[in-house]
C-alpha cells in the first residue's frame, strides 16, 4: 500500500508542476497581448477562464490531499 501512495503522489507532483507550467505560459502570453502559444480554446481569452487553470488547480487539491495521506502513512508505519 505504501509504494502505491508514494507512486500516487509523484505522479500527481508531476501533473502539478506540469498543469501550472502551461497555466503559467498562457498567463504569460496573455499579458502580453500574444497568441497562446500551447493551443488555448482561444486567442486572447482569459487564462483564469481557461480549462489550464482548473486543471492546475484540481491537480493542486488532489496534490495535497496525497500529501497528507502519505504523511499520515508515515506517521502510522514509524508509531
Not at 21 to 49: H, M, Q, V, Y
Not at 56 to 76: D, G, N
Amino acid at each position: 500500500m505504501k509504494k502505491i501512495i508514494l507512486s500516487q503522489f509523484f505522479v500527481l507532483l508531476i501533473g502539478t508542476v506540469f498543469a501550472w507550467t502551461n497555466f503559467s505560459i498562457e498567463l504569460f502570453d496573455w499579458l502580453n497581448k500574444r497568441t497562446c502559444t500551447i493551443g488555448c480554446a482561444a486567442n486572447l481569452t482569459n487564462p483564469f477562464l481557461t480549462p489550464c487553470f482548473f486543471g492546475a488547480l484540481f491537480f493542486t487539491a488532489s496534490f495535497i490531499l496525497s500529501l497528507v495521506l502519505l504523511l499520515k502513512s508515515r506517521k502510522s508505519s514509524v508509531g
